[in-house]
């Protein structure tokens, strides 16, 4: 089984960077795909990103370009570094973990963090 949580969220002005983290505990780590969704204000939580263990990644084409996913599987971390941020970024972040079978484990979310995008 996984548990998952977000640091690394806060307030940016447009145009600025933030690097988010979400910590896995898990001892299989290697059992589980990475996401980043957000939820804005009034609106439905959306994919941002996704990546596999072995580096396959996915991303919302709203970000592309702009925000960049990496895990550390030594360390069963994973980032969300995001460059170029404007107001409708303004989201809580979350993590979430998917196994790649069910057989190997249960999908996991994170508390969310809330980054705020304000000039």
């Known amino acids: 089984q996984v548990q998952v949580g977000e640091s690394g969220g806060g307030s940016v002005q447009p145009g600025g960077s933030l690097r988010l983290t979400c910590a896995a505990y898990?001892?299989?780590?290697?059992?589980?795909?990475m996401d980043w969704y957000r939820q804005a204000p009034g609106k439905q939580r959306e994919f941002v990103a996704s990546?596999?263990?072995?580096?396959?990644?996915t991303y919302a084409d709203s970000v592309k370009g702009r925000f960049t996913i990496s895990r550390d599987n030594a360390k069963n971390t994973v980032f969300l570094q995001l460059h170029g941020l404007h107001g409708e970024d303004t989201a809580v972040y979350y993590c979430?973990?998917?196994?790649?079978?069910?057989?190997?484990?249960?999908?996991?979310w994170g508390q969310g963090t809330q980054v705020t995008v304000s000039s």
């Open positions: 990546i596999t263990r072995g580096g396959s990644i």
């Open positions: 898990t001892r299989a780590f290697a059992h589980y795909v």
């Open positions: 979430h973990a998917r196994p790649i079978s069910p057989l190997l484990g249960t999908e996991s």
